[in-house]
Nanobody
Framework: VQLVESGGGLVQPGGSLRLSCAAS????????MTWYRQAPGKERELVAS???????????NYADSVKGRFTISRGNATKTVYLEMNSLKPEDTAVYYC??????????WGQGTQVTVSS
């Protein structure tokens, strides 16, 4: 099982980044996918989640702090989950992690990608 995040980096306040999480080694289309983040000295927190695709329909959920600025999406064909981040703020600075969870049982974590929002 592998979850490989990419797309992080340094961006100025108000800027945008697109994170990707490439999955392999498990049935991606049947797993719930979630982005978490952890800032220095803080607990890991949920950023956004997306449910299993059924008949091309999905359901998404966002932390209040990112609603209207971040968008989560997934592609079964590419086995990738994305996090589009706009209007970034310094408080969005964190390591962002991808998490894959089946309906029952434990999930898998990626290694994380650093996002730094600073002028």
């Amino acid at each position: 099982v592998q979850l490989v995040e990419s797309g992080g980096g340094l961006v100025q306040p108000g800027g945008s980044l697109r994170l990707s999480c490439a999955a392999s080694g498990f049935p991606f289309s049947s797993y719930f996918m979630t982005w978490y983040r952890q800032a220095p000295g803080k607990e890991r927190e949920l950023v956004a989640s997306i449910t299993i695709i059924r008949s091309a329909a999905t359901s998404t959920n966002y932390a209040d702090s990112v609603k209207g600025r971040f968008t989560i999406s997934r592609g079964n064909a590419t086995k990738t989950v994305y996090l589009e981040m706009n209007s970034l703020k310094p408080e969005d600075t964190a390591v962002y992690y991808c998490y894959a969870r089946p309906t029952l049982g434990p999930g898998y974590w990626g290694q994380g990608t650093q996002v730094t929002v600073s002028s």
